[in-house]
Nanobody
Framework: QVQLVESGGGLVQPGESLRLSCAAS????????MAWYRQAPGKQRELVAESLRTRSGGNDIVNYADSAKGRFAISRDNSKDMVYLQMNSLKPEDTAVYYCNARIATRQETWRANEYWGQGTQVTVSS
């Protein structure tokens, strides 16, 4: 019913930038949260950044992992059901598969939000 598709990963050198995109599609009624996670080889999946819809309808609340603060920026285009992750000053330790995650209520079940995951996009930072 809902799909998340990431794009924008690749191989970059330390200090360079990448912009990841994630498009949500399907029978979407409401998107409450969009987030980026990453998983490096041999490590657990970790939250990188999240954007939370507020009840008031104002600006989203955004949170970042300590490792992402000051270098990464999450943004949403609600008109397109998309979320982006601008990653600057990339380091080798940022190498991981990056996953898009969203909490979405579908038109079939407007009262309940489920979590959805994208297939992941590889980011490799290496000289």
């Amino acid at each position: 019913q809902v799909q998340l598709v990431e794009s924008g990963g690749g191989l970059v050198q330390p200090g360079e930038s990448l912009r990841l995109s994630c498009a949500a599609s399907g029978s979407i009624y409401e998107i409450y949260r969009m987030a980026w996670y990453r998983q490096a080889p041999g490590k657990q999946r970790e939250l990188v950044a999240e954007s939370l819809r507020t009840r008031s309808g104002g600006n989203d609340i955004v949170n970042y992992a300590d490792s992402a603060k000051g270098r990464f920026a999450i943004s949403r285009d609600n008109s397109k059901d998309m979320v982006y992750l601008q990653m600057n000053s990339l380091k080798p330790e940022d190498t991981a598969v990056y996953y898009c995650n969203a909490r979405i209520a579908t038109r079939q079940e407007t009262w309940r939000a489920n979590e959805y995951w994208g297939q992941g996009t590889q980011v490799t930072v290496s000289s």
